[in-house]
Nanobody, 122 residues
Framework: QVQLVESGGGLVQPGGSLRLSCAASGSIFRINTMGWYRQAPGKQRELVARIDSGGSPYYADSVKGRFTISRDNAKNTVYLQMNSLKPEDTAVYYC????????????????WGQGTQVTVSS
């Protein structure tokens, strides 16, 4: 288990950009698969992006081409760069961690951050 803390959320206009950060505690961050989920009020939590220990990314179709996930193992941090933001991107964004390299479902992730609010509105 690892402790995760998200930051970087806020209010942004449609078409704008935002970068989320997730700082992880522990000494074995480099071997974990990391994911970003989001959840809007009244909706299911959905996987936005994930990145395995080798740096291979996955993106949901709804964000592909607009979002970029990356990691800095030296800083125990994973990032989500969000460009061309749309109102439908509005949600609480959660960082998650697991040792399972094939993780896609929320149940596959063992550790979760507290979430950071992203609001896209003009």
């Amino acid at each position: 288990q690892v402790q995760l803390v998200e930051s970087g959320g806020g209010l942004v206009q449609p078409g704008g950009s935002l970068r989320l950060s997730c700082a992880a505690s522990g000494s074995i961050f480099r071997i974990n698969t990391m994911g970003w989920y989001r959840q809007a009020p009244g909706k299911q939590r959905e996987l936005v992006a994930r990145i395995d220990s080798g740096g291979s990314p996955y993106y949901a179709d709804s964000v592909k081409g607009r979002f970029t996930i990356s990691r800095d193992n030296a800083k125990n941090t994973v990032y989500l760069q969000m460009n061309s933001l749309k109102p439908e991107d509005t949600a609480v964004y959660y960082c998650a961690s697991t040792l399972y390299s094939g993780a896609y479902s929320p149940k596959d992730f063992d550790s979760w951050g507290q979430g950071t609010q992203v609001t896209v509105s003009s």
